[in-house]
């Protein structure tokens, strides 16, 4: 049987960000995007049950088998962790790993717009990262509170299902809590939280109406709240927020998230062309007056023409992050495009700044002579 801390050791050794087992095939590993298959042999559904077993043990295992899914982490024995999900398929066993660096990265690092870093100083209200699986999110957010962790002296209460980055206490006092574990349920740690004294809250995830409600009022009650979602745009994570209530609660959360909500940072990651690994690229909503009037009257759909005519402000559109990341030589020109909002139009844009590209290496070619 192929040994759990066996694979993972290997996987991070060959570079790999996850690692998946489905019975009858042999663990696959994804590197820069490519799915790998590892040179192991098939697993079976016992092999995985005994897997599961390995990381959690007899108690929780009865549980997973119950509710068929489960979220936790587990370490190998140089330290490297990860972020684990068991579940089921064609009654089936299967279970995905996601690498988790044992170092918080730098956010100066991350190729983020400089206003993410700006984020970090505010006092109160929400801030909402947004992305699909695996863009990066919990990295952006790990990366903002080692900032805050290093500048100010705060209470930091993370709510996480399961903790991923492991937060060393520099300036700050931090503690953080795993679902399940630490505490039942988001919303439960969240009740909890505002008893505690924290300055800010990091929540993992808003999941449910429960979870959402919680998480405004923290922010409504002068924290600083920073969350994810699971939306690609500003516009789809104001969107949803307001959409999980009620309709007759919806007037009033509009009202109550144009007060909380200070920014939107939506992310995806592009392989990088320059040397191996990702770079993200962004939309940056800020929470202007014009963007809670647009919260408040339910005119959402002008907000990317805000996005767009308020870039000196530190907003940005998705297409304009592709292009400048494009622009700095990190990403490769047809996925630029392919990825874009508009295709034809990103496409024209980037063959015009490639002929002044080229005009440009030409005189300096002249200039050389």
Do not use: W
Not at 190 to 207: C, F, T
């Amino acid at each position: 049987m192929i040994r759990v801390k066996d694979m993972l050791a290997m996987a991070i050794q060959a570079g790999a960000s996850d690692v998946h087992i489905n019975t009858s095939l042999p663990p696959v590993m994804r590197i820069n995007t490519e799915l790998i298959i590892m040179d192991l042999p098939e697993v079976s559904n016992e092999d995985a049950a005994a897997m599961v077993v390995d990381m959690v043990g007899e108690a929780k295992f009865k549980k997973f088998e119950e509710k068929r899914d489960l979220d936790f982490s587990t370490m190998i024995d140089d330290g490297s962790r990860f972020r684990v999900n068991a579940h089921y398929q064609k009654d089936s066993i299967a279970i995905s790993f996601r690498a988790i660096s044992n170092k918080v990265p730098d956010l100066e690092n991350l190729h983020l717009p400089p206003i993410v870093k700006e984020l970090t100083d505010l006092p109160r209200g929400m801030v909402i990262v947004t992305g699909h699986t695996g863009s990066g999110k919990s990295t952006t957010l790990a990366s903002m509170i080692g900032v805050i962790n290093k500048k100010y002296k705060k209470r930091i209460i993370t709510l996480e299902d399961p903790i991923e980055y492991l937060l060393e206490n520099k300036s700050c006092m931090i503690e953080q809590r795993e679902i399940g574990s630490d505490c039942p349920t988001f919303a439960s740690g969240l009740r909890h939280a505002l008893r505690q004294d924290p300055d800010i809250i990091l929540v993992g995830e808003m999941r449910d109406l429960e979870t959402t409600s919680s998480t405004i009022t923290a922010a409504e009650t002068g924290h600083l709240v920073l969350s994810t979602l699971h939306t690609v745009n500003a516009p789809q994570t104001i969107e949803r927020i307001i959409d999980i209530y009620p309709a007759s609660q919806q007037n009033q959360i509009r009202a109550m998230l144009a007060n909380t909500l200070q920014a939107v940072i939506s992310q995806t990651l592009f392989r990088r062309v320059d040397k191996p690994g990702m770079v993200p690229c962004t939309e940056i909503l800020l929470c202007t007056s014009a963007v809670r009037n647009c919260i408040r009257e339910n005119r959402i759909y002008e907000i990317p023409n805000i996005i767009e005519t308020s870039r000196r402000l530190g907003m940005q559109s998705m297409d304009f992050s592709i292009q400048q990341q494009y622009e700095a030589d990190y990403i490769d020109r047809e996925e630029a495009v392919t990825r874009s909002s508009n295709p034809g139009k990103m496409d024209k844009l980037l063959a015009h700044k490639d002929l002044s590209r080229t005009a440009g290496s030409k005189e300096k070619a002249k200039v050389i002579a």
